[in-house]
């Protein structure tokens, strides 16, 4: 190869031809992963998500909850059994009310028992109902 054709990034070699740039496969991974996707959460996107998961989740350790799945989704339709206005309003979505029509419960509960963060939680749901980022 040229000299020309190639560039040191990072201590890693990229290969160019002509206008097209071929990164090898740990850079890409490392470019995907630390520039996010255009999917993720912006700023303002399900604020009531984000804002009710993360007290949730302060709340069980507080509580010291038992993190499995189960107890924690206990500890969910409890907490939204007194929820109001919005905080009702995503409660409705997942499916932890008495008069919602579907649960998706088992989406917050189990990566809550793995300890993801509120936003990735949200992020997750809110591609299986947009009506979650929405809920403000």
Request: glycine letters at 8%; one cysteine or more.
């Amino acid at each position: 190869r040229r000299s020309s054709d190639l560039t040191l990034v990072g201590g890693m070699a990229i290969v160019k031809r002509g206008a097209t740039l071929l990164l090898p496969m740990p850079a890409l991974l490392l470019l995907v992963l630390f520039t996010g996707s255009s999917c993720g959460l912006r700023e303002g996107d399900c604020e009531v998500c984000v804002s009710f998961l993360s007290r949730f989740y302060q709340f069980l350790k507080d509580k010291n909850v038992d993190f499995t799945s189960a107890s924690i989704e206990r500890e969910l339709l409890k907490t939204c059994n007194e929820a109001k206005g919005k905080e009702n309003r995503f409660c409705y979505y997942i499916g932890a009310t008495s008069d919602a029509a579907t649960k998706i419960t088992n989406e917050v509960s189990k990566p809550l028992s793995n300890h993801v963060p509120a936003d990735k939680i949200c992020e997750k749901l809110k591609k299986k109902d947009g009506q979650i980022g929405r809920a403000h």
